[in-house]
């Protein structure tokens, strides 16, 4: 490794080195507000080692991980996703009784695992990535330890994210027995060199696929969604919702891309399947939901439905278009989760989670502001014109109508209809007069960090949706580099 | 005579064994339910028929105290497996390895800073920890 490779391998350093500092800083002073000091110092950093990284790209650093260009763009959209994270987690936790630093330190190892994820280029870094990530995810959710929900969730997620893992293994198996491969390169030569279909790949291909929807929560793997949604403290579902989903979901493009598995159509008439399944189950179970968390966590499944048609659509297209219209969907889904399930941070308490529609009702009333963000998330979710969600929905359509995929485009429609029941019903219960309720005495206060991230992404959402043009050309620049 | 038929020509004797354990297990248990005795009375079901009737609930709370100790040992014993590695091929990865193995024992000995900070070593219980307090005052 020489100083070239250092420098690109830079922002994953700075991010392990932060969580380093952090621990060091628990073992000196146990303080809430230094260890999410250092944290956010630690990722302001890295970002800014983003820059030393910028000049080498693309950089293959060992065998294990490739920085493109599009790979830096995807760990600066996770950094800054950590960061909105780490703020709605200090005014959650900065209250509450115990020991909450850990809380920070693990969300540290998590981004780490998310990083290194999307930057992967072999079997190796891939899985130990998503290990990071997970495992930090199962004490994230578990956090408040002495309640039963999000106990329950982190047994939920630990027992399934188990599974799945072993899923992922198996298949990575299959695949090394039958390529002697574990670098996604190099398993492209070999599937590119093979006459005929290798059936033995293409399990392979269908367990890792099946150990990814776990984590994608597609419709067939969906079960633990809105149990860990509604357990996890609200904070951490957001993170759960956008950065671990996102990670994954841009590793699964990139595997794809690199190993030019859309040659395999069995594959793709699968995943079509996977993506009706997740766009009609998710918004036909979200309508059913009383609890916000949990109506989320469902319209979450079927936003990745939206998600893998624009992938899907890979098989007929070209491939940086593909790339764009994901990348763009990504970045909007990232701004609006992030922003809806702030929203449920800042009116949560770590002893009541405002899950229960009741909690809104009236809320326009009460705090206008916060129901005025989160009425644009969720028209965002909806993908209503003016807000970042219709350019990515707009995306989409474009993608699946360049790859012909009709039947997926009617559910995509369909789906979107159904959506635009319950986000609205949610804005119609906000509205309501607060008369008709008891008055709920839960006015917490001084979310300082919170309110601010939360108007920015409310800007960044009419921004991008308003004039999409400068993010679209920074995502098209990077998209051409990934094969 | 191929593979398959030799196969099935060995399995039978297996089968005849599995046959035979589940014909001795059924006579065993179900001469046993037929032939045996019935008794309602109301001693029958305590763990002991004769002696001092149990009380309490057998559902204590026992501390896992030594559960973190073994934890750590696990942890610890899995990094010195790391370092093994790298002391065989200590010539080959040469100062890059050094230094890499150098940064790896560091983050060790940082968390082993941690644990001992949060008090995570000192493995008194609290009790006993309180009484420590108290004497020295």
């Known amino acids: 490794m020489n100083a070239d490779q250092l420098a690109a391998l830079a922002p994953i350093i700075t991010i392990t080195g932060a969580a380093i500092a952090v621990m060091l800083a628990i073992a000196i002073r146990r303080n809430f507000l230094l260890a999410s000091g250092v944290a956010a110092g630690g990722i302001l950093l890295s970002m800014l080692a983003l820059g030393l990284a910028w000049p080498q790209s693309p950089a293959q650093v060992t065998l294990l991980m490739l920085l493109d260009d599009y790979a830096l763009f995807t760990m600066a959209l996770l950094l800054v996703t950590g960061l909105a994270v780490l703020g709605f987690c200090y005014d959650y936790f900065k209250d509450r009784e115990g020991e909450n630093e850990e809380l920070i330190l693990l969300l540290l ?8 994820l999307v930057a992967s280029s072999h079997f190796a870094a891939f899985f130990l990535g998503l290990e990071t990530l997970s495992i930090s995810l199962f004490a994230l959710a578990g956090y408040p330890i002495n309640r039963a929900r999000p106990l329950e969730a982190a047994i939920k997620y630990l027992i399934l994210s188990g599974v799945s893992s072993a899923f992922l293994l198996m298949g990575m198996a299959l695949i090394y027995a039958q390529s002697g491969e574990l670098g996604f390169s190099g398993i492209g030569h070999f599937i590119a060199n093979q006459p005929v279909m290798n059936t033995v790949v293409l399990g392979g291909v269908i367990l890792i696929v099946a150990g990814l929807g776990f984590k994608l929560s597609l419709v067939p793997f969906h079960l633990w969604t809105p149990d860990v949604y509604e357990g996890a403290p609200a904070p951490i579902t957001a993170f759960i919702a956008t950065v671990s989903k996102g990670a994954v979901f841009i590793l699964l493009l990139r595997f794809f891309i690199s190993t030019d598995s859309y040659g395999y159509n069995p594959l793709l008439s699968v995943f079509s399947v996977i993506a009706m399944l997740s766009i009609l189950g998710g918004n036909v179970l979200a309508l059913l939901q009383t609890n916000v968390k949990r109506m989320l966590a469902y319209s979450s499944i079927a936003h990745m439905g939206y998600l893998l048609v624009a992938f899907i659509a890979g098989g007929s297209i070209a491939p940086g278009l593909v790339i764009e219209a994901v990348t763009f969907y990504i970045v909007a889904y990232f701004i609006t989760t992030t922003g809806a399930f702030g929203v449920v941070s800042v009116l949560s308490t770590p002893q009541t ?23 644009l998330m969720l028209l965002s979710l909806a993908g209503i014109p003016v807000t970042a969600g219709f350019i990515g929905k707009f995306y989409i359509f474009t993608s699946g109508a360049d790859g012909r995929l009709w039947g997926l485009l009617a559910a995509v429609i369909a789906g979107s209809g159904l959506g635009l029941y319950y986000y609205i019903k949610i804005v119609v219960v906000m509205s309501m007069n607060e008369e008709a309720t008891v008055r709920k005495a ?24 308003l004039f999409p043009d400068h993010l679209v050309s920074i995502i098209q620049s990077v998209s051409n580099t990934v094969r | 005579m191929n593979t398959e038929a030799i196969l099935a020509a060995n399995l039978l004797p297996l089968i005849i064994y599995f046959g ?51 934890i750590f040992f696990v942890i610890f014993d899995m990094e010195t497996v790391f370092l093994f590695a ?21 983050i060790l000995i940082a968390t082993l800073i941690y644990l001992g900070a949060i008090g995570a070593l000192d493995w008194r219980t609290r009790r006993q920890r309180i009484d420590t307090s108290q004497n020295s005052r």
């Open chain 1, 109 to 116: 190892t998590a981004l780490l695992g998310a990083t290194v």
């Open chain 1, 353 to 375: 989670e405002a899950g229960d529609i009741g909690f809104y009702r009236g809320l326009f009333w009460r705090r206008p502001l916060l129901a005025g963000t989160f009425t």
């Open chain 1, 442 to 465: 839960e006015e917490s206060s001084g979310a300082r960090i919170s309110s601010a991230t939360l108007a920015v992404l409310s800007l960044l959402l009419i921004w991008f949706g």
């Open chain 2, 20 to 70: 035979a354990i589940l014909f001795i297990t059924a006579v065993m248990l179900g001469g046993a339910y037929f032939l045996g005795q019935r008794h309602r009375a109301k001693a029958a079901d305590e763990p002991f028929e004769s002696g001092v009737v149990s009380t309490g609930d057998v559902h204590i709370r026992f501390s896992v105290h030594f559960y973190l100790l073994a």
């Open chain 2, 86 to 106: 790298w002391s065989v091929a200590l010539k080959e990865s040469g100062w890059f390895g050094f230094i890499e193995a150098l940064i790896f024992i560091g």
